[in-house]
């Protein structure tokens, strides 16, 4: 189980330096001495397959070098990449230097970490990447830049806004992103979702026909988690019709929701943190996720699952995290002839045990390791 942790890990670095290479470009080498290191690793935990039951210090030695795999996979998936510090606005010393190089039309910043939108963004033509560490209001672009036939603040070049807040999500802002992949909204979302006058504000995410990543982060803060679950999702087709991978946290979405999800047509990744959907049965529909490939469920208290392999017929993994109170994985699973890897991270050990009886072609992964033999 630890040769394959390390090739996920593995796989996640290429992918890295594949897809994201001008955004690591300051730590190319040390990802590529990273990966050449992995390797090495990987050849030596297949080489103590076969003798790790017999010297327990082998056995001791995999089960951490798993651990760390583990928290390394999950620090590559959720950290934002880096920027150096003179490319960071929302610092004065450096916001100053930064608006006038993008003034000039300068093409060397493509990322800023922003603490405080104090800036007027929509003046950075140049901005690709917005990744703020709160969620965060961003400015309504001054009633005086909209006049006229051709918008002068439309930034065709922004990629990324990450944690900006639901308030944000207006006609006004995000009609000057026509081009945006990434999106995550964090805040209470039922600003987002509540339909007033036959519209609401997720109407304006579904006009980002680029849009590839969506990230929903259900934040309630004073209120109090229960008062904030959002009653429902918007009909499948006010979704951005691009959209590839879907990510839920706190929303407290009652299962039969998964219907509308299970629409979308080019969804492949799906990710449902922690209380995402809350209740004790989830029946899958047939007829959706056709392109589903990745689903990981969070923190639930999920406790039967009922699903057939044709409902997910291009799923290569499932991770489960936290999901304690659940008593077996569907048999359907194991009938998945596309399906790869199988983790399991502190869940029940009756589904465990059923994980193992419907094993054929993919590879099973248990967190804690030793979690199956636990009395």
């Given at each position: 189980?630890?040769?394959?942790?390390?090739?996920?890990?593995?796989?996640?670095?290429?992918?890295?330096?594949?897809?994201?290479?001008?955004?690591?470009?300051?730590?190319?080498?040390?990802?590529?001495?990273?990966?050449?290191?992995?390797?090495?690793?990987?050849?030596?935990?297949?080489?103590?397959?076969?003798?790790?039951?017999?010297?327990?210090?082998?056995?001791?030695?995999?089960?951490?070098?798993?651990?760390?795999?583990?928290?390394?996979?999950?620090?590559?998936?959720?950290?934002?990449?880096?920027?150096?510090?003179?490319?960071?606005?929302?610092?004065?010393?450096?916001?100053?230097?930064?608006?006038?190089?993008?003034?000039?039309?300068?093409?060397?910043?493509?990322?800023?970490?922003?603490?405080?939108?104090?800036?007027?963004?929509?003046?950075?033509?140049?901005?690709?990447?917005?990744?703020?560490?709160?969620?965060?209001?961003?400015?309504?672009?001054?009633?005086?830049?909209?006049?006229?036939?051709?918008?002068?603040?439309?930034?065709?070049?922004?990629?990324?806004?990450?944690?900006?807040?639901?308030?944000?999500?207006?006609?006004?802002?995000?009609?000057?992103?026509?081009?945006?992949?990434?999106?995550?909204?964090?805040?209470?979302?039922?600003?987002?979702?509540?339909?007033?006058?036959?519209?609401?504000?997720?109407?304006?995410?579904?006009?980002?026909?680029?849009?590839?990543?969506?990230?929903?982060?259900?934040?309630?803060?004073?209120?109090?988690?229960?008062?904030?679950?959002?009653?429902?999702?918007?009909?499948?087709?006010?979704?951005?019709?691009?959209?590839?991978?879907l990510t839920l946290s706190d929303t407290m979405l009652n299962w039969e929701e998964m219907s509308v999800?299970?629409?979308?047509?080019?969804?492949?990744?799906?990710?449902?943190?922690?209380?995402?959907?809350?209740?004790?049965?989830?029946?899958?529909?047939?007829?959706?996720?056709?392109?589903?490939?990745?689903?990981?469920?969070?923190?639930?208290?999920?406790?039967?699952?009922?699903?057939?392999?044709?409902?997910?017929?291009?799923?290569?993994?499932?991770r489960l995290k936290h999901c304690e109170q659940l008593v077996k994985i569907p048999l359907g699973l194991?009938?998945?002839?596309?399906?790869?890897?199988?983790?399991?991270?502190?869940?029940?050990?009756?589904?465990?045990?059923?994980?193992?009886?419907?094993?054929?072609?993919?590879?099973?992964?248990?967190?804690?390791?030793?979690?199956?033999?636990?009395?």
């Amino acid at each position: 189980m630890a040769d394959a942790a390390v090739e996920f890990l593995l796989g996640n670095l290429k992918q890295l330096l594949v897809y994201n290479a001008s955004l690591i470009s300051n730590v190319k080498d040390q990802v590529d001495s990273l990966c050449n290191d992995l390797r090495l690793l990987a050849a030596f935990v297949k080489e103590t397959t076969e003798s790790r039951n017999k010297h327990a210090v082998v056995k001791e030695l995999v089960r951490r070098i798993r651990i760390e795999v583990y928290k390394a996979e999950d620090i590559v998936d959720m950290s934002p990449p880096a920027v150096e510090e003179e490319n960071v606005v929302g610092f004065d010393k450096e916001a100053e230097m930064v608006v006038g190089w993008l003034k000039a039309d300068s093409k060397e910043l493509e990322v800023s970490s922003v603490v405080d939108v104090k800036a007027d963004l929509w003046k950075l033509l140049q901005l690709r990447h917005v990744y703020t560490s709160a969620a965060s209001d961003l400015p309504t672009p001054s009633s005086k830049s909209r006049k006229g036939s051709k918008d002068p603040l439309v930034n065709e070049n922004l990629r990324t806004m990450s944690k900006v807040s639901p308030n944000s999500c207006t006609d006004v802002i995000l009609a000057r992103t026509p081009n945006l992949q990434k999106l995550g909204v964090r805040g209470n979302l039922t600003l987002l979702l509540d339909d007033k006058k036959g519209s609401c504000k997720f109407d304006n995410i579904a006009k980002l026909s680029r849009l590839e990543k969506l990230k929903l982060l259900n934040d309630t803060y004073p209120i109090p988690p229960l008062d904030g679950k959002l009653r429902g999702l918007p009909e499948w087709y006010k979704f951005p019709p691009k959209l590839k991978k879907l990510t839920l946290s706190d929303t407290m979405l009652n299962w039969e929701e998964m219907s509308v999800i299970g629409k979308l047509l080019g969804l492949e990744v799906l990710k449902l943190g922690d209380n995402a959907f809350v209740g004790e049965r989830w029946v899958t529909p047939d007829g959706g996720f056709v392109q589903l490939r990745v689903l990981q469920i969070g923190k639930t208290d999920l406790v039967h699952w009922e699903a057939f392999g044709h409902q997910f017929p291009q799923l290569q993994r499932v991770r489960l995290k936290h999901c304690e109170q659940l008593v077996k994985i569907p048999l359907g699973l194991g009938d998945i002839s596309t399906l790869e890897v199988m983790e399991l991270s502190w869940t029940s050990r009756l589904a465990i045990a059923s994980a193992r009886s419907i094993q054929k072609n993919f590879k099973l992964l248990v967190f804690p390791p030793d979690q199956e033999t636990q009395a």
